[in-house]
């Protein structure tokens, strides 16, 4: 038990980390993660209509893409775009690593989150889009207006899984070999750690990763209460129902 | 708009419709005139519903021709949104749009097909409604009405197109029995202001009142037609003697 605390919670060491996890790490670890889940909220809505398309040439190139990046290990998608990429003369981001890191990390969240709005989308039923069709709107601002809005709606709760593991997963940039002043939480914490040979400063690194995740998960939380609220607005009426929605 | 006025507004032509190997519709011939309201019955499973779809293509005819006003919607390069947004259909179950308001729900159509300005098309959107009874509605949620306020709603967003006809899907039958009456007395109204409908209905009562013909479908095919008295009071065939025995 004395071994486990001088190895992992040594506050000494942890002081020592704190300033540089506080302002390059976590400062990185947010930019790198709110790009890629920019990158991956886009990339996957997009997505997500191409895997509804009635037509199967359509959907096929998007159910390779959903199948490849999904099935590949993150960290094996960052190498081939971080290092994979430049060394084929492709520099989109010239010598920025971190840069290749977001997209990499938009790239495998663009196939979740492509998933979780056909999910969502799919749980509309039928009927909305007929009655949008029967006025005469296209099939494009029939999704638009009517099928994608209430769609989305009922996958924030899936949504926010996904964010949360992208949160997680922005530690795995750490393999391109970030220079000082690129580096995320993990990697700040990783390099006490060698130099120390202890690993509080990783456990530190944790706690921020949790400080991020969990006002996340109760932000993306409150906006799928209110919306919900906003559908109902008799909420008084049904005190049973709305109470148990809302342990 | 309309390349012949003189016509039938609505004519379906040898329609076939078959899902797989199961033909729901068998050769449908019908002519709707200008004004005329049509009241279609039959067993369920009959391809009363199909038929009404395929009217404005919400199903896909595997063989034959519908016209509207003489234009061939099947056509190959048919604008199948232009011509819907002039065929208005209900449906049973209402399918009004839950995340936005009833006026929302109205307004939408004319705004973004015909290209109103928003606030012109809200006000056309409560002028409907009120033609519906629900002018204080405007601002509530579908979720908040009953299903008979949410059913002459879903009129009143067809209705805001100004379409040449109207096509009711079996509107009344997810009703509550109470409810039922609101939503005929706005159809009625309707067909007296003398718009096109076909009305695909187990409202008997409600198709020997208001129907200028009734037809009778089974098994795919319209087996029987006629002014309702005819129909109702004098049926021909055994099928429909035996339809009119089991819901009279």
Redesign the interface.
């Known amino acids: 038990m004395e071994d486990f605390s001088r190895l992992f919670l040594d506050l000494r060491i942890m002081g020592e980390a704190f300033g540089d996890l506080f302002r390059e790490g976590l400062r990185n670890t947010l930019i790198v993660s709110v790009g890629a889940m920019a990158l991956g909220l886009v990339g996957g809505l997009l997505l997500s209509l191409v895997t509804v398309s009635r037509r199967w040439w359509v959907r096929a190139p998007a159910r390779v893409y959903i199948d490849l990046f999904r099935g590949l290990p993150a960290i094996l998608t960052i190498v081939l775009v971080g290092i994979g990429l430049p060394s084929a003369g492709i520099r989109p981001f010239g010598r920025e690593t971190w840069a290749y890191g977001i997209l990499a990390l938009g790239l495998v969240s663009t196939a979740y989150v492509a998933e979780i709005f056909r999910a969502g989308i799919q749980s509309v039923d039928k009927g909305q889009m007929e009655a949008a069709r029967s006025v005469g709107m296209t099939y494009f601002s029939a999704m638009r207006l009517v099928v994608v809005p209430q769609g989305i709606r009922r996958v924030l709760p899936p949504l926010t899984n996904e964010f949360v593991a992208l949160v997680k997963d922005s530690s795995l940039i750490f393999v391109l070999g970030l220079s000082v002043g690129e580096r995320e939480l993990f990697r700040v914490g990783q390099n006490v750690t060698q130099q120390y040979g202890n690993y509080s400063s990783l456990v530190l690194a944790g706690l921020f990763y949790v400080a991020i995740t969990v006002p996340l998960a109760h932000l993306v939380n409150r906006m799928d209460r209110r919306l919900r609220e906003g559908k109902r607005l008799a909420v008084h009426e049904l005190p049973s129902v709305v109470g148990a929605v809302h342990l | 708009m309309s390349p012949h006025t003189d016509g039938p507004r609505v004519a379906l032509r040898g329609l076939h419709k078959r899902f797989g190997r199961l033909e729901v519709l068998r050769g449908i011939d019908l002519e709707v005139q200008i004004g005329e309201v049509v009241c279609v019955i039959g067993p369920s499973g009959s391809g009363k519903s199909t038929m009404l779809r395929c009217v404005?293509r919400?199903e896909e005819p595997s063989d034959g021709v519908v016209e509207i006003d003489g234009e061939d919607i099947t056509a190959r390069g048919a604008n199948i949104?232009?011509v819907?947004?002039?065929?208005?259909?209900v449906?049973q179950?209402f399918?009004?749009?839950?995340?936005m308001t009833v006026a929302r729900n109205v307004a939408?159509?004319p705004q973004?097909?015909k290209g109103m300005t928003k606030s012109a098309a809200l006000a056309l959107a409560r002028e409907r409604l009120a033609e519906v009874g629900l002018a204080d509605k405007a601002e509530a949620?579908p979720?908040?009405l009953s299903g008979g306020q949410q059913q002459r709603v879903?009129i009143a967003?067809?209705l805001?197109?100004d379409p040449e006809v109207m096509l009711f899907d079996e509107v009344t039958s997810a009703l509550d029995p109470e409810l039922v009456k609101e939503v005929l007395d706005v159809m009625r109204r309707l067909a007296g202001q003398g718009m096109t409908m076909i009305v695909v209905t187990h409202e008997m009562g409600f198709a020997r009142e208001v129907a200028d013909r009734v037809l009778f479908m089974d098994a795919g095919a319209i087996v029987e037609q006629g002014p309702p008295e005819q129909l109702f009071g004098s049926p021909q065939t055994e099928r429909l003697k035996t339809f009119l025995g089991q819901v009279l």
């Open positions: 404005n919400l949104d232009a819907r947004s002039r065929v208005g259909m449906f179950q399918n009004l749009w839950p995340h939408l159509a973004r097909v949620r979720a908040q879903a967003r067809a805001a197109m």
